[in-house]
């Protein structure tokens, strides 16, 4: 038996709706299954405008357009998570200011975060790290206090929440991903949801290389044109002719990654109350949207030997992220200060196969390997 870390999940209809599409004769960006999933994302979220991109680093980069970020201008960024959240805004000439992370969830240590806002300071961008909301109310409030944009990277939060809002709903911009390794996926995509109403017009534009094409198809101007920078950052309609089956199976997903989730919970949980490895913690003010299984060992040293266990009964376990201010591109360029707890889950976390059909023998061959330790 050969246990992968991820498997894509296919839900059935992928192939009919691309046939569909294909069949339709319109197969380019914002055709039938770009507008259906976008109405979906709307009508069920009630995310008050949604863009399909071809990945979530597309959106990003959206929001760093979108805010005019210029060379200079700070950006607050947890130091643990995926290089695009920091990339976006490096593209635009931004400083990144790396913010450290909780001592009891990977996410952004909102307690840590004002201290870093210069005047120079434009925005902060949140992670909700395994799909587990960061404390919103305190994020808004600094911002709003310090007249900062606030961008959630939602790349692993679909379908989550922060007392009832929807995540990617609360800040100017929310960002996600439908890479492969997430709940919902087509292989590469991605959506950027925008917040408030003054940037829809122009997100548009920036969307459709610049021009006003939207609102011509719209007839609202009768011809359309270059009018802004931007780039091609819409999907294929095959690309969302995939999603949208996915999309038809949202609840079927849902709760079988979260009966997974509960599974490991449960099995570990004893482990995690000897206080031999850590297991996740949901607050009270989240929900989880059961995207990953994270442990948290004691040292890399553990966490190298638990990957070798794993690695020995053919089951794939991963590491990752590795401090992005340590990074090879910016660590000459970092001037800030230890971030310890960045480090600590850069060195100890590590995430368990997680994907829709994994079987609840294999989760306990997983969970009685790791008891090993
Ligand atoms: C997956 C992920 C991304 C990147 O998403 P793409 O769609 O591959 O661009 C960005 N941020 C976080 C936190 C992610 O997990």
Redesign the pocket.
């Known amino acids: 038996m050969k246990i992968p870390f991820n498997k894509p999940h296919l839900t059935g209809k992928e192939v009919h709706y691309i046939y569909d599409a294909v069949a339709s004769g319109k197969i380019s960006g914002n055709g039938k299954y770009t507008k259906l999933c976008q109405h979906i994302f709307e009508d069920h979220w009630r995310f008050k405008k949604t863009l399909l991109t071809s ?4 959106a ?1 980069e959206m929001t760093a357009i979108l805010m005019d970020i210029k060379p200079g201008d700070e950006i607050i960024v947890p130091s643990y ?2 290089v ?2 920091a990339l976006a805004y490096v593209r635009q000439g931004a400083k990144i200011i790396f913010a450290d992370s909780r001592t009891d969830h990977p996410g952004i240590d909102e307690d840590k975060m004002e201290e870093l806002i210069t005047p120079k300071t434009k925005a902060i961008v949140v ?1 909700h790290y395994a799909g587990v909301a960061c404390n919103m109310d305190k994020v808004m409030e600094i911002a709003e206090k310090h007249k900062l944009f606030v961008v959630e ?1 939602a ?2 939060a679909i379908d989550s929440f922060y007392k009832n809002k929807p995540l990617g709903s609360i800040g100017h911009f929310g960002c996600f ?3 492969e ?2 709940n919902l996926q087509c292989g ?3 959506m950027l949801v925008i917040n408030d109403e003054r940037f829809i017009k122009r997100a548009e534009i920036i969307w459709e290389k610049g021009t006003n094409r939207a609102e011509f198809f719209r007839g609202e101007v009768n011809k359309y044109s270059w009018v802004d920078i931007g780039s091609s950052f819409l999907p294929s309609d095959i690309v969302a002719a995939f999603l949208y089956a996915q999309l038809e199976h949202l609840d079927d997903i849902q709760n079988k990654r979260k009966r997974i989730w509960h599974q490991y919970y449960e099995n570990l949980k004893p482990l995690a109350d000897k206080g031999i490895i850590k297991i996740p913690q949901i607050p009270n003010y989240a929900t989880n949207n059961a995207h990953m299984f994270y442990l948290v060992l004691n040292s890399i040293e553990q966490r190298n030997e638990l990957i070798k266990k794993l690695k020995e009964k053919n089951i794939h376990s991963v590491f990752h992220y590795l401090s992005l201010h340590k990074s090879p591109y910016y660590i000459g360029k970092y001037i800030g200060k230890e971030l310890v707890m960045s480090d600590h889950y850069t060195d100890c976390l590590l995430r368990l196969p997680f994907y829709y059909e994994l079987e609840e023998e294999e989760i306990n061959l997983i969970c009685d390997t790791i008891k090993l330790i």
């Open positions: 990945s979530c680093t597309d990003l998570t995926f695009s959240t992670v990277d790349a692993q991903s439908f890479h390794t997430k590469e995509g991605g």
